[in-house]
């Protein structure tokens, strides 16, 4: 679940005694125009801690100069501070005295103190090959660079009208459950603004129903803890991009902490990513030397320790790292909402976002999982009332002929009456309403995600913002060095690839891909031929319980092997896909990101749902019929499903490998990196003692902390994406997937949070308007999702054939009914009679059926619908087949169509943006082209009066 912190907020210029304003700017027109676009608060300070209790923020420290005294010795020795404990470390640099390059990090480093960094040097204490680089940017660098990257800093308006008075806000916030009024005052008027927040409107119904039960559930479920986060709900201020010539309009209490610490260390970022290390050629960037290993690691500090000794709720946080793991990374607030304010602030926006689309969904799942959960609840409550499943467990005189060849024997119908009555539970009346649902259901999360990220866009200040243009990769640069052209935008020469050597690099990336999946389907064909055979070997054991659920133990065990094949080729289809997508030599990094995210997540989606796709369209659909059975390599017959359906195999199918993969998933990302980091404990006990490791300085501890995925989120999003399919695509044959989906998410929310904030070192804060590509890939899914139910419905289920039963043939044939009363004879009526003496002598099995009659078996009964043995046209297809056929087909393309129709009239109803945030917008842009045509026309009759003094004549002016 998630939420964010708080609404939408306002700045307000504070209460008491008045201050003194510095003196309005002459061109008012130059600050309106700074002005216009500002959408959102930013959340850029250090409100949320107590500042009393303290111990790694900058704020002791330049609290303490202001009034003269010394700064404490903790802030030399905590690693968050250069050595004379003022300024603080924004970057860290890692390298070993033994690389050989030194000459690159020599004038790489030179260039660092060339655009005004202070640098400090520091020895590891477990290893003196290792030396860390402590970057530190000042004032003078932190506002030049804020101004060229257009960082959005807190400022404060004034009222044009008079210099002296507060300027009119635009916003109104929904704080604390209680409206803020905000009285704006002109020449004109006297406005009053309301804006009724409704963020979280759904969520808020679902607790008024929750909070019926609270004498079970924790207390104040999903609700973000105020005790334990006091100031989390806060006034914030305008933004505005910063400028050092309006300075005075921002608001600055402190030089110090008015750039966070997120903020100042993507500063040095950029700058680190524009420096040359070498003389005399176009070689920069910080990149490029972690690539050829100049450096050993980047990356900024993390605030201190996680941990504390001290209570939270009775000495507040010792810093933003240990809130952050308090209130988020817990297990204990495993029920609250996120905190994602507080993550955006610390981790980033990128971040931030994956963690609101993460919390969003899981959120979505919870109608999701109680529907499905409803549809198997109701699959139970009518099993007793369920005639086929009636029919099949008293069906003690109807025999089956044989699954396989030779081995496995004759059975009575009834003998399959567990797996009849398994069946009904995903199978049932309820199954065409929950698929139409679902699809129904990933549109509404699709449309609503798309209003939720404008929301937090809007509140994160993103609605503007717009990604630089991009560097060019170096490998790129060094492959088409020779050729430039001129960038149209920046108009500079710069290398290009050509289109014919671009179209061929893509062809063979594409023919790569082909193969690939070629390999996949090679892996499913081997599945298939171990089902077959495993089949009679299983049917053949010696154990009763195997044998005589010989099909069972095969599902059971081809679908283990499937998941280890599975697992192994994904390790391969990483190298693959990084290598294919270094083969097209994409231009930038988003360019590059997106190529891999498409291969990636192709590959594992083949991988992933081949065989399901197997088992749900082929599996029993071409084995022909006993005596003419249709075989691999003319050898292997192949597999039939259970009497009772193919459902089952597809639900065995789905559930062991979604319960499988998500386990080790949460094993992987969680279990690697304790392992690692549990190992780096161990040897650093052992060689400096118990108290080692808690007198280590900060960036000592960060640098034996994993580093983040080498791709970013991508494998976060990945695993999600690839269960949102897991969910959706084959959901009306396992309608439990949604709550399985859901209890894994809750437990993936608290995972990911720990991981970011006890285990990885702190990631670089980088920005980003949504989740990229990864949303077209979910629509895509969508789409999938109709057709695949669609078919799940009409083929593997049993659901069209009964209805035609129903209307068609049964009792009530021609009425217009279809109860259970319809359904008499069902059993009968879809099973086909074999004369046993036809069967082929590779089939004929070795038991001839004599103890089910005491003589031996003269027929035998299938699944089919085809005539007699004894019919003009033997074993020929009857009528009733093509009924149900062409049922099938109907129901495919009315179900498609209409719920297509659904989804895309869902599509144009909802709109984008929520009504009252395109209110809130839209009033704020009127305001202002107002306030800036109020303060023209104060200007120009200032500049009236002005001349009326010296004696003018303005009768041709603009009154």
């Given at each position: 679940?998630?939420?964010?912190?708080?609404?939408?907020?306002?700045?307000?210029?504070?209460?008491?005694?008045?201050?003194?304003?510095?003196?309005?700017?002459?061109?008012?027109?130059?600050?309106?125009?700074?002005?216009?676009?500002?959408?959102?608060?930013?959340?850029?300070?250090?409100?949320?801690?107590?500042?009393?209790?303290?111990?790694?923020?900058?704020?002791?420290?330049?609290?303490?100069?202001?009034?003269?005294?010394?700064?404490?010795?903790?802030?030399?020795?905590?690693?968050?501070?250069?050595?004379?404990?003022?300024?603080?470390?924004?970057?860290?640099?890692?390298?070993?005295?033994?690389?050989?390059?030194?000459?690159?990090?020599?004038?790489?480093?030179?260039?660092?103190?060339?655009?005004?960094?202070?640098?400090?040097?520091?020895?590891?204490?477990?290893?003196?090959d290792i030396i860390f680089v402590k970057l530190h940017a000042p004032w003078e660098v932190l506002g030049k660079y804020a101004e060229l990257m257009n960082v959005r800093m807190p400022f404060r308006p004034f009222n044009p009208f008079n210099a002296g008075a507060p300027c009119i806000l635009v916003r109104c916030c929904f704080l604390n459950g209680h409206f803020i009024e905000i009285n704006g005052r002109s020449r004109r008027?006297?406005?009053?603004?309301?804006?009724?927040?409704?963020?979280?409107?759904?969520?808020?119904?679902?607790?008024?129903?929750?909070?019926?039960?609270?004498?079970?559930?924790?207390?104040?479920?999903?609700?973000?803890?105020?005790?334990?986060?006091?100031?989390?709900?806060?006034?914030?201020?305008?933004?505005?991009?910063?400028?050092?010539?309006?300075?005075?309009?921002?608001?600055?209490?402190?030089?110090?902490?008015?750039?966070?610490?997120?903020?100042?260390?993507?500063?040095?970022?950029?700058?680190?990513?524009?420096?040359?290390?070498?003389?005399?050629?176009?070689?920069?960037?910080?990149?490029?030397?972690?690539?050829?290993?100049?450096?050993?690691?980047?990356?900024?500090?993390?605030?201190?320790?996680?941990?504390?000794?001290?209570?939270?709720?009775?000495?507040?946080?010792?810093?933003?790292?240990?809130?952050?793991?308090?209130?988020?990374?817990?297990?204990?607030?495993?029920?609250?909402?996120?905190?994602?304010?507080?993550?955006?602030?610390?981790f980033g926006e990128k971040i931030g976002l994956y963690f609101a689309w993460l919390g969003w969904y899981t959120g979505m799942l919870f109608p999701a999982a109680f529907i499905g959960l409803f549809v198997f609840l109701y699959g139970v409550t009518t099993l007793n009332h369920c005639q086929v499943s009636k029919e099949v467990c008293q069906a003690t005189d109807i025999i089956m002929c044989p699954i396989c060849d030779k081995?496995?024997?004759?059975?009575?119908?009834?003998?399959?009456?567990?797996?009849?009555?398994?069946?009904?539970?995903?199978?049932?009346?309820?199954?065409?309403?929950?698929?139409?649902?679902?699809?129904?259901?990933?549109?509404?999360?699709?449309?609503?995600?798309?209003?939720?990220?404008?929301?937090?866009?809007?509140?994160?200040?993103?609605?503007?913002?717009?990604?630089?243009?991009?560097?060019i990769r170096p490998q790129f640069e060094a492959k088409y060095s020779k050729k430039e052209r001129m960038n149209p935008i920046s108009g500079k020469p710069e290398p290009y690839q050509a289109f014919a050597d671009k179209c061929s690099r893509l062809i063979v990336s594409a023919s790569g891909i082909f193969f690939m999946i070629c390999v996949v389907i090679a892996a499913v064909f081997g599945i298939v031929i171990y089902r077959?055979?495993?089949?009679?070997?299983?049917?053949?054991?010696?154990?009763?319980?195997?044998?005589?659920?010989?099909?069972?133990?095969?599902?059971?065990?081809?679908?283990?092997?499937?998941?280890?094949?599975?697992?192994?080729?994904?390790?391969?289809?990483?190298?693959?896909?990084?290598?294919?997508?270094?083969?097209?030599?994409?231009?930038?990094?988003?360019?590059?990101?997106?190529?891999?995210?498409?291969?990636?997540?192709?590959?594992?989606?083949?991988?992933?749902?081949?065989?399901?796709?197997?088992?749900?369209?082929?599996?029993?659909?071409?084995?022909?019929?006993?005596?003419?059975?249709?075989?691999?390599?003319?050898?292997?017959?192949?597999?039939?499903?259970?009497?009772?359906?193919?459902?089952?195999?597809?639900?065995?199918?789905?559930?062991?490998?979604?319960?499988?993969?998500?386990?080790?998933?949460?094993?992987?990302?969680?279990?690697?990196?304790?392992?690692?980091?549990?190992?780096?404990?161990?040897?650093?006990?052992?060689?400096?003692?118990?108290?080692?490791?808690?007198?280590?300085?900060?960036?000592?501890?960060?640098?034996?902390?994993?580093?983040?995925?080498?791709?970013?989120?991508?494998?976060?999003?990945?695993?999600?994406?690839?269960?949102?399919?897991?969910?959706?695509?084959?959901?009306?044959?396992?309608?439990?997937?949604?709550?399985?989906?859901?209890?894994?998410?809750?437990?993936?929310?608290?995972?990911?949070?720990?991981?970011?904030?006890?285990?990885?070192?702190?990631?670089?804060?980088?920005?980003?308007?949504?989740?990229?590509?990864?949303?077209?890939?979910?629509?895509?899914?969508?789409?999938?999702?109709?057709?695949?139910?669609?078919?799940?419905?009409?083929?593997?289920?049993?659901?069209?054939?009964?209805?035609?039963?129903?209307?068609?043939?049964?009792?009530?044939?021609?009425?217009?009914?279809?109860?259970?009363?319809?359904?008499?004879?069902?059993?009968?009526?879809?099973?086909?009679?074999?004369?046993?003496?036809?069967?082929?002598?590779?089939?004929?099995?070795?038991?001839?059926?004599?103890?089910?009659?005491?003589?031996?078996?003269?027929?035998?009964?299938?699944?089919?619908?085809?005539?007699?043995?004894?019919?003009?046209?033997?074993?020929?297809?009857?009528?009733?087949?093509?009924?149900?056929?062409?049922?099938?087909?109907?129901?495919?393309?009315?179900?498609?169509?209409?719920?297509?129709?659904?989804?895309?009239?869902?599509?144009?109803?909802?709109?984008?943006?929520?009504?009252?945030?395109?209110?809130?917008?839209?009033?704020?842009?009127?305001?202002?082209?107002?306030?800036?045509?109020?303060?023209?026309?104060?200007?120009?009759?200032?500049?009236?009066?002005?001349?009326?003094?010296?004696?003018?004549?303005?009768?041709?002016?603009?009154?």
């Amino acid at each position: 679940m998630e939420a964010s912190s708080s609404g939408s907020t306002i700045s307000s210029v504070t209460g008491g005694k008045a201050k003194t304003h510095q003196p309005v700017a002459k061109d008012v027109n130059i600050f309106f125009d700074e002005l216009e676009g500002v959408n959102s608060p930013s959340k850029d300070d250090d409100s949320l801690l107590h500042h009393g209790n303290l111990t790694s923020t900058s704020d002791d420290a330049s609290r303490l100069e202001v009034v003269g005294e010394e700064v404490p010795d903790k802030n030399k020795t905590n690693g968050l501070y250069f050595r004379d404990g003022k300024c603080r470390i924004d970057y860290i640099l890692v390298y070993r005295k033994s690389n050989p390059q030194t000459e690159k990090r020599e004038v790489f480093e030179r260039n660092i103190r060339a655009e005004g960094l202070q640098m400090e040097k520091e020895s590891s204490l477990t290893n003196s090959d290792i030396i860390f680089v402590k970057l530190h940017a000042p004032w003078e660098v932190l506002g030049k660079y804020a101004e060229l990257m257009n960082v959005r800093m807190p400022f404060r308006p004034f009222n044009p009208f008079n210099a002296g008075a507060p300027c009119i806000l635009v916003r109104c916030c929904f704080l604390n459950g209680h409206f803020i009024e905000i009285n704006g005052r002109s020449r004109r008027s006297r406005r009053k603004i309301y804006y009724l927040h409704r963020r979280y409107k759904f969520m808020n119904r679902i607790e008024k129903q929750i909070s019926r039960f609270r004498g079970w559930l924790p207390r104040k479920p999903m609700k973000l803890d105020k005790e334990t986060l006091p100031d989390l709900e806060e006034n914030d201020c305008y933004t505005a991009p910063f400028s050092q010539q309006r300075i005075h309009h921002f608001i600055i209490h402190n030089k110090d902490t008015f750039f966070n610490n997120a903020t100042r260390s993507r500063i040095v970022h950029h700058i680190l990513q524009r420096v040359k290390y070498e003389e005399g050629k176009n070689k920069i960037g910080l990149n490029r030397l972690l690539s050829n290993g100049s450096y050993e690691a980047a990356f900024p500090l993390h605030e201190g320790s996680y941990r504390s000794k001290n209570s939270i709720k009775t000495h507040g946080a010792e810093n933003h790292r240990h809130l952050l793991y308090e209130c988020w990374a817990s297990w204990g607030v495993w029920y609250k909402y996120q905190p994602l304010d507080l993550v955006r602030r610390y981790f980033g926006e990128k971040i931030g976002l994956y963690f609101a689309w993460l919390g969003w969904y899981t959120g979505m799942l919870f109608p999701a999982a109680f529907i499905g959960l409803f549809v198997f609840l109701y699959g139970v409550t009518t099993l007793n009332h369920c005639q086929v499943s009636k029919e099949v467990c008293q069906a003690t005189d109807i025999i089956m002929c044989p699954i396989c060849d030779k081995y496995c024997p004759f059975m009575r119908l009834s003998d399959s009456c567990i797996y009849a009555k398994v069946t009904h539970l995903f199978d049932n009346g309820a199954t065409v309403f929950f698929a139409v649902f679902m699809a129904v259901w990933a549109t509404v999360f699709l449309e609503f995600w798309k209003r939720r990220r404008a929301v937090i866009a809007y509140d994160w200040d993103l609605i503007d913002w717009e990604e630089e243009e991009e560097e060019i990769r170096p490998q790129f640069e060094a492959k088409y060095s020779k050729k430039e052209r001129m960038n149209p935008i920046s108009g500079k020469p710069e290398p290009y690839q050509a289109f014919a050597d671009k179209c061929s690099r893509l062809i063979v990336s594409a023919s790569g891909i082909f193969f690939m999946i070629c390999v996949v389907i090679a892996a499913v064909f081997g599945i298939v031929i171990y089902r077959v055979v495993t089949v009679s070997t299983f049917a053949a054991f010696k154990w009763a319980l195997i044998r005589n659920n010989s099909q069972v133990a095969t599902t059971g065990t081809a679908v283990c092997i499937n998941f280890c094949i599975i697992m192994l080729l994904n390790v391969l289809y990483e190298k693959v896909a990084l290598f294919l997508t270094n083969l097209e030599q994409p231009r930038t990094e988003s360019e590059w990101e997106n190529s891999f995210t498409l291969k990636m997540f192709l590959f594992q989606f083949v991988n992933l749902n081949s065989s399901t796709f197997y088992i749900a369209f082929f599996l029993g659909r071409f084995t022909g019929h006993p005596g003419a059975y249709l075989r691999l390599i003319n050898r292997w017959r192949l597999e039939e499903c259970h009497p009772s359906g193919c459902l089952i195999d597809l639900c065995m199918q789905m559930g062991i490998i979604m319960v499988l993969k998500q386990t080790w998933n949460n094993f992987m990302e969680l279990g690697y990196p304790l392992i690692q980091n549990w190992w780096t404990r161990r040897k650093l006990r052992q060689e400096y003692g118990t108290q080692g490791k808690t007198s280590f300085p900060q960036w000592e501890k960060d640098y034996n902390l994993q580093p983040m995925n080498a791709y970013g989120l991508f494998d976060e999003y990945l695993e999600m994406i690839l269960q949102f399919g897991f969910t959706t695509i084959f959901v009306a044959a396992f309608p439990l997937a949604p709550l399985l989906a859901l209890l894994n998410n809750i437990i993936e929310i608290r995972l990911d949070a720990y991981k970011f904030v006890t285990q990885w070192r702190r990631p670089l804060a980088s920005r980003a308007k949504d989740i990229g590509i990864w949303y077209g890939i979910l629509e895509g899914i969508g789409i999938l999702s109709v057709i695949t139910n669609a078919f799940v419905i009409a083929v593997t289920s049993d659901f069209i054939p009964r209805l035609v039963y129903a209307y068609k043939y049964g009792p009530c044939a021609g009425q217009g009914e279809a109860g259970q009363k319809c359904m008499v004879g069902y059993v009968n009526a879809s099973l086909s009679v074999f004369l046993v003496s036809d069967f082929e002598n590779r089939s004929e099995p070795t038991s001839n059926g004599s103890e089910f009659s005491g003589s031996p078996l003269k027929y035998c009964r299938y699944r089919d619908y085809r005539d007699p043995p004894h019919s003009p046209v033997p074993y020929g297809y009857t009528l009733q087949f093509w009924h149900v056929l062409a049922a099938r087909l109907a129901f495919i393309i009315v179900f498609e169509h209409l719920v297509f129709c659904i989804k895309h009239l869902i599509s144009y109803l909802i709109p984008d943006l929520p009504k009252d945030l395109r209110d809130r917008m839209r009033r704020e842009k009127y305001l202002i082209q107002e306030m800036m045509y109020e303060a023209e026309l104060e200007r120009l009759q200032k500049e009236r009066k002005e001349r009326k003094k010296n004696g003018k004549s303005y009768h041709n002016e603009w009154p």
